[in-house]
Structures are given as structure tokens and as C-alpha cells.
């Protein structure tokens, strides 16, 4: 590994660097003495040695003196020191240290290059970005997850799952096993923003949430804030997950192959133009109709499955002060439902991105981008047969403006603007004409947003963060909006009239300031506690009565009916390192406030509705919880324990008490688990071979089961009382995995081996209930599981 030596002049302004071998470090002093200088500026920029990306979050230390600073979204930092010999340490997850030895006379400004680790050769290290940013920053419910931390987990069907590998992490969970989304501090999969590159995704699943819609070969990081988001973040109440992705060689072309029994996938990258841009494409298709037609459900069994998932990134690091980056993101799924019912769904998204470095103190990111989510249902049974469509269009842009003042003290002021267009469903007959064409209303909103953050330290205990976003929501036309009588409940018979508004005409509007805040106070370098506060506005929604994303189901915009979603949360943390960052332990608290919950009336129909108001009720809602998080970083077994205590209630109380849920009281969300527990371990058996285990408790989820059955004009009808009053089984199960290389077998097996076994003991987990009927007996229950038996996986991934 090349060191250099770096010396700074103070006349001329320049930086020296001299190559340093492995014979003893010289420091030299270039140029005139001018004294004892005080407030030498020392900035730079860190960046991958062979793709040229900036490296975000990488830590700059200097031991002599115990200060830490940490790059911004730029790969840039700034140090302030005085005249003297130091010793900088460069530190990044993945890659390897750099030590600098450099004697400061003058303001100077380097550019870092770091190399990846020989992970052959070295321990892996499950540090987050900085190994002690837990107890310094204020950032409270933020979590930062590198693909190589991600890799120790044992796989699912041989990959490595970004979304079940944050549903890991205390305060996240998920339904069930064939779950899409992730539920963050109670909250439903739809308010979470999952963007990549910076472009909304609004399915992130395959195969209805058996596998993540993202390929980990060609993710940089994933960062989830569950807290105090920053004021950047908005258009969701819940939680931000933001993934970024990686960039391509620009010295030398580089590939990646994986190949399991239920999936493949390849990525190539390398130089356009060396040294200039690089592009990173990426391919995943599955080959799993084999372990449908193995269930024993005959549904299932008659039943296909198909998927795929591709990317393409293009970087340009064309200066040291210009970063230009083009991200295409594509997914697609059909599964056909006993070979008669095909649903399918596909992910579309473009970004475009400019980083720029202005000065040393103003970077200018600005984004551009498109996303498109389409999805329908396809009946081809050869008796009425018809199409289902849906789709969401969403094209927006963001900018922001960053100033440091100093190491310490920043703020970023930006703004945001997008438009949204839903289709939300065209019924066409392909069949007789027994089936009339049906096409609901087009929706069409638009957000905008401006917003600062600002972060600052008073002395080396404490840290403030305080930021403010103002959210203008616009709904307009071409629509036919009804009205509806007074004192009556909103339904098809109380409509009263009509008014229609043309292409363009403004029908509704919202608007709130969501202030966000967060103070940290450090005990030791080791010991902090932290408090935050954060409003968020949600503008669109998801209208479903199933606990996960399936594709009958409804987006809709905020309308004169329905308001925006508008959370205030409140949270307390304590953070404690032992050991030299060693373990890593934390306890959080949440109290969480929701208004303008979407639930349905009972009985709704969702599907193809042009006045979905009168299937709707607005719902107040809360959750709060505690979570436990215990973690080791270093040594043959690392890993971490985390426990969350949570409740997700909701109340429905309106004017007509037929309208009421549960007579008004509070009942359970779809996916309120109060209990919810998990285990990761990784043991290191030896340079070659690792073993990984996670084990996952939670209490069963709620659901709503008949409470006896009566008869109706010779129909059997089940009758059902009170809304979420039951629960599915305690869910419970245990992956392994075994990581291993065959050194020495020939260039082909040079790679990485993964065996993996879900669900060792066989735990029958229940997805969901459903009941038969039998005559002259109540109704009787069964249990539908997901993976009802050990499933084993066998992957190899190789690099060229």
C-alpha cells in the first residue's frame, strides 16, 4: 500500500506529496519558515482508488490531538490544527487504513485515494461508517448498513436481502415471511420512502415479498432513518430507507457472477473513458418454478412464478470538484395463479445527479428524476377473461445548498419539487362482452418543499441539530368530485351532486412547516444520551385491507376527502460503548402520534372504485415502544441482540356510529407484534470459512376472525364481530448458513461458496388463516404457511 507524505507551503498555498516506502517516515518541511502559525486549515477529499467514487461517511483522525471528523456527501473534510507533526488516520468500512504522517506550516488541501480490503486476509469489520458515530453524532434512529455487513447474515434462497436485513435491526419488522416493505415503529410498509439513486420505488419486492427487488451486487449502502429525519427527507410519515448505489471501475474492467438454485445473477463494470466515467450494469432473473410445484398446496403447485431485476449506473468524476452520476433502475414480476390469474408488477426508475464542491466551504447536489410503477391483474381462464391496470408516474427534482462554516458547524438549505399521476385501475375485457370496460378516474398532485438543517457542537458534550420543512401539496384536475349530504355518512346514497374541474384546476391544497430537532449530550467519549423530535406530512397513500403490498391493491392522493397523514414523534436514547468501541449498546424510547389514518369500512370493496371516499374512514393512530440493541463489532464472533417492546394502535371515532370501529375504541394495526426479538451471530471458523445463524420471535399478528356463521337467503355468511381481536399464532424460526472458499481447487472455484438452510426445525409459521365451511358445524380454520419446512439454498459468487 502507497503512503504519502503530504507537506504544506504557506507562501505559496501548495501541497507536497512525497511517496512514502516501507522504510522509516521522513517529514520534510518545504519552503520558508514563517514562525509559530496558528489555525492551519488542513481540507481534502477521500475517494475509492479505483472507481473514483466519493467515499461518505469515511472518518479523518489525528490521534495527536483527538479530533475525528467525518465526510460529507462530497467525500470532503476540513481540520483545523495548529503548526506541528501529525500523524492523520484515514478509516472507511470495507477499505483499508491509511496513516498519513505530515508536518503543518500552511493551509493546504490533499485528495485521499483508499483501496478495499483483502477480506481474505483480514477480519471483517461490522462497523457502520465511524465506530464510535452512535455515541457522537446527533442522529437518533439513524442506521447506515454496508453490503459487507450485510453479507454475514445467512442468506435468503442464497441472497443477500437489503430489506430483510434491516428488519433485523430493533424498531423494524415485517409481517411475515412473504412480506414486502418494511414496518418501522409501527407504521405501515406505505410510509416508508424507499428511494434509489435518489428515485421513489414503490414495490421492493419479488415474488410478493419472498425476495428483495434490489440486487446487493450493485448497492454502495442503505441507510434507514426510523427517528429524527433530517428536513431533506419528507413525503412519508414514517421512516426514509435511502439506498445508494455503487459506481463502476474507471482503470479496469471487473465482473460479478452468482448462481443459487432459485436465482442468478451477473454485473459487469468498468471504464467508458479511463480515469473519467465508468459504468456498472447489473442483471438478476429467477429460476424458482421448481420449488412452487415441490408445495403442497395444490394451488400453489399449479401455479408460476417469474422474475428480474437490472441496473445501470454511469459516474463521471470528471474533477476532484465535479461528480456527475446517471442511476436506471428496472423489475418486473408475473405470477401466475394456478396457471388461470397471471398478476404482475414492474419497477421503472431514472436519476440523475451532480455533486459539486463550489469552494471549500459551499457544495451544491443537485438530483433529477422519473419513476414509474405499474401493475395489474390478467384473468385467462377462457371465461370472462380481462386486464386490471394500474400505474403510478412520479417525476420530480431536488437541489440542495451545503455551507460549513467550520468541522462543527453546517447547514444545508434545498428544495424540492415533484408531480404525481395515478391510474388507479382500467378494467378491459379480452374475453366475450358478458364484461362491461370500466376505467376509474386519473389522479394528479404535486408536492414542493423547501427546508433547512443545520448541526452544530457547543464544546465536545454537546450537539444540536435543528431543522424546518415547509410542505405545499396541490391536488388537481381533470376529476367529477361529488358531493355529499350533511349529517349523513359519506355513501353512494348521499350523493347530492357533482362538480367538474378541468385539466390543470386546482381542487384542493395542503400545507404544514414539519420542524425536526434533535440534542445530544456526551458523558464520555463513550456515553451519550439524545433526544428528538420530528413532524412529517404524507401525501399519498395506500388503500389496502391485507397486512402487505400485493397489486389489487389501491394508491391514492390526498384529496377534499381525504387529508394528508401528519406524524409527530418523540424520542429518548441512551448509547453506550465498552471495550473500545468493541460493543456498541443503545436503549430507545418513541412515543408516536398519527392523524388521517386510512382504514376501510367493513365490507369495503377497493377495487375499481371511482368514489373511494365512500369506502374510507380517516382514523387517528399511535405507537410507541422501547427498543434494545446490543452489538459486537470485532473478534471470531461478532453479531448483535435486539429486542423491541411496541404497540401500533388505532381509533375510529365519527359522528354516525355505524361508521364506528370497534364502538370506538382503540384495537391493533395489521401489523402491531408486541413482542419482537432477534439473534445474529457470525463466527469466523478461519479465513476461509464462516458461520452465520439468526433466530427471529415475535408475537403473532393481528387478525379478524368470524365469530359464528348464519344463514341468508340460503347462503352461508360468516358474522364477525370486533376488528383485529385475535391473533395469529407467536411467529418463530432459525436460519444457518456456512460461508466457505476451496482455496487452491482451480481459478473456476476460487469464489465464495454459500450453503444456507431457512427454517431448521421445520417451524410451521402461519401467514394467514382462512376457514371452510361445514355444514351443520361452526366454520373450521386452517393455517396457510410460507415455508413450512426446512428450505436449503446452495449459491457460489466469483469475482473477475
Given amino acids: 500500500m502507497k503512503k504519502f507524505l503530504l507537506i504544506f507551503f504557506v507562501l505559496l498555498g501548495q501541497v507536497a506529496v512525497a511517496q512514502q516506502t516501507n522504510a522509516p517516515v521522513k517529514r520534510e518541511v518545504v519552503g520558508r519558515d514563517v514562525g509559530q502559525l496558528k489555525g492551519i486549515r488542513i481540507s481534502g477529499r477521500i475517494i475509492d482508488t479505483i472507481t473514483g467514487e466519493a ?56 485528495s485521499i485515494k483508499m483501496i478495499q480490503e483483502d477480506f481474505e486476509l483480514d477480519d471483517v469489520v461490522i462497523y457502520g461508517r465511524d465506530p464510535d458515530k452512535n455515541i457522537r453524532s446527533t442522529d437518533m434512529g439513524a442506521v447506515t448498513i454496508s453490503m459487507n455487513t450485510m453479507r454475514e447474515l445467512p442468506p435468503f434462497m442464497g441472497e443477500v436481502d437489503i430489506v430483510r436485513s434491516l428488519a433485523t435491526l ?32 414503490y414495490n421492493p419486492s419479488h415474488m410478493f415479498g419472498l425476495f428483495t427487488a434490489f440486487n446487493a451486487d450493485v ?23 435511502d439506498i445508494l448505489p455503487k459506481a463502476g471501475g474507471i482503470d479496469k474492467w471487473g465482473a460479478d457472477l452468482m448462481v443459487s438454485n432459485y436465482s442468478g445473477k451477473i454485473s459487469l463494470n468498468g471504464p467508458l473513458i479511463k480515469d473519467k466515467v465508468s459504468i456498472l450494469g447489473g442483471f438478476r432473473i ?20 417469474n422474475f428480474y431485476d ?18 436506471y433502475y428496472t423489475s418486473y414480476d408475473d405470477f401466475a395463479f394456478s396457471s388461470d390469474t397471471t398478476i404482475s408488477w414492474k419497477n421503472d426508475a431514472h436519476s440523475f445527479q451532480w455533486k459539486s464542491q463550489i469552494s471549500d466551504k459551499l457544495s451544491l447536489e443537485a438530483l433529477g428524476y422519473y419513476s414509474l410503477y405499474n401493475y395489474g391483474i390478467f384473468n385467462n381462464s377462457g371465461i370472462n377473461d380481462f386486464n386490471i391496470n394500474s400505474d403510478i408516474k412520479d417525476l420530480g427534482g431536488k437541489i440542495f445548498f451545503g455551507y460549513n462554516f467550520s468541522p462543527t458547524n453546517k447547514i444545508v438549505i434545498g428544495g424540492a419539487y415533484k408531480d404525481l399521476e395515478i391510474q388507479p385501475g382500467e378494467l378491459i375485457p379480452t374475453g366475450n362482452e358478458d364484461i362491461l370496460p370500466r376505467k376509474v378516474q386519473d389522479e394528479f398532485g404535486r408536492e414542493m418543499a423547501a427546508h433547512f438543517q443545520h448541526e452544530f457542537e457547543l464544546g465536545q458534550k454537546i450537539g444540536v441539530s435543528y431543522g424546518l420543512r415547509y410542505d405545499l401539496y396541490q391536488y388537481f384536475g381533470a376529476r367529477t368530485v361529488r358531493q355529499y349530504a350533511e349529517n349523513q355518512p359519506i355513501s353512494d346514497g348521499s350523493a347530492i351532486a357533482e362538480t367538474q374541474y378541468g385539466e390543470g384546476e386546482e381542487i384542493q391544497s395542503y400545507d404544514g412547516f414539519g420542524p425536526r430537532a434533535s440534542l445530544r449530550y456526551s458523558f464520555n467519549k463513550s456515553t451519550s444520551v439524545k433526544a428528538g423530535y420530528n413532524k412529517m406530512y404524507q401525501f399519498i397513500h395506500l388503500i389496502s385491507n391485507t397486512a402487505t403490498i400485493a397489486p389489487s391493491d389501491v394508491w391514492k392522493l390526498s384529496d377534499n376527502f381525504l387529508g394528508p397523514q401528519i406524524a409527530d414523534q418523540y424520542s429518548l436514547g441512551f448509547y453506550k460503548n465498552f471495550r473500545g468501541n468493541i460493543f456498541e449498546t443503545s436503549v430507545e424510547v418513541y412515543y408516536k402520534d398519527l392523524q388521517n389514518v386510512v382504514e376501510y369500512k367493513d365490507g369495503a370493496n377497493l377495487i375499481l372504485q371511482n368514489h373511494i371516499e365512500t369506502e374510507l374512514i380517516p382514523a387517528e393512530g399511535k405507537s410507541y415502544g422501547l427498543e434494545l440493541y446490543v452489538k459486537k463489532n470485532l473478534g471470531r464472533l461478532t453479531g448483535w441482540v435486539s429486542y423491541t417492546y411496541s404497540r401500533s394502535l388505532r381509533r375510529v371515532i365519527t359522528p354516525f356510529e355505524e361508521e364506528n370501529i370497534n364502538n370506538g375504541a382503540w384495537y391493533a394495526s395489521n401489523f402491531d407484534k408486541p413482542h419482537d426479538l432477534t439473534l445474529i451471530g457470525n463466527y469466523k471458523v478461519s479465513t476461509n470459512t464462516s458461520i452465520s445463524a439468526t433466530f427471529g420471535y415475535s408475537t403473532g399478528r393481528p387478525v379478524t376472525l368470524p365469530q359464528a356463521k348464519f344463514d341468508y337467503s340460503g347462503n ?3 358474522y364477525f364481530d370486533s376488528r383485529n381481536q385475535d391473533r395469529l399464532p407467536d411467529y418463530h424460526r432459525l436460519d444457518l448458513s456456512v460461508n466457505f472458499k476451496l482455496k487452491g481447487s482451480g481459478r473456476f472455484f476460487d469464489g465464495n461458496w454459500t450453503f444456507s438452510v431457512l427454517n431448521v426445525y421445520g417451524r410451521k409459521n402461519p401467514f394467514s388463516v382462512y376457514f371452510d365451511d361445514v355444514a351443520g358445524s361452526p366454520p373450521q380454520s386452517f393455517r396457510l404457511a410460507i415455508l413450512g419446512v426446512p428450505l436449503p439454498s446452495l449459491s457460489y459468487a466469483i469475482k473477475f
Fill in 55 to 110: 467515499l461518505v461517511g469515511a472518518t479523518v483522525t489525528v490521534p495527536e490531538i483527538d479530533v475525528t471528523r467525518i465526510t460529507d456527501a462530497n467525500g470532503n473534510f476540513e481540520l483545523v490544527v495548529d503548526r506541528a507533526e501529525y500523524n492523520l488516520v484515514f478509516r472507511y468500512v470495507g477499505y483499508e487504513t491509511i496513516e498519513y504522517p505530515i508536518t503543518a506550516v500552511g493551509d493546504g488541501r490533499m
Fill in 170 to 201: 430493533p424498531g423494524v419488522s415485517q409481517v411475515g415471511e412473504a412480506s414486502a416493505g418494511l414496518n418501522v415503529r409501527g407504521g405501515g410498509v406505505d410510509q416508508n420512502l424507499i428511494q434509489f439513486g435518489g428515485a421513489p420505488i
Fill in 219 to 241: 448497492v454502495n449502502d442503505v441507510t434507514l432513518y426510523k427517528a429524527v429525519v433530517p428536513a431533506r427527507f419528507g413525503g412519508r410519515s414514517s421512516a426514509i430507507l
Fill in 286 to 305: 429467477s429460476y424458482i418454478n421448481w420449488l412452487l410445484q415441490s408445495m403442497s398446496n395444490p394451488t400453489l403447485r399449479n401455479s408460476n412464478a
Fill in 310 to 327: 437490472g441496473n445501470l449506473i454511469i459516474s463521471a468524476p470528471v474533477s476532484d470538484k465535479n461528480e456527475f452520476t446517471y442511476s
Fill in 716 to 718: 352461508s355468511l360468516a
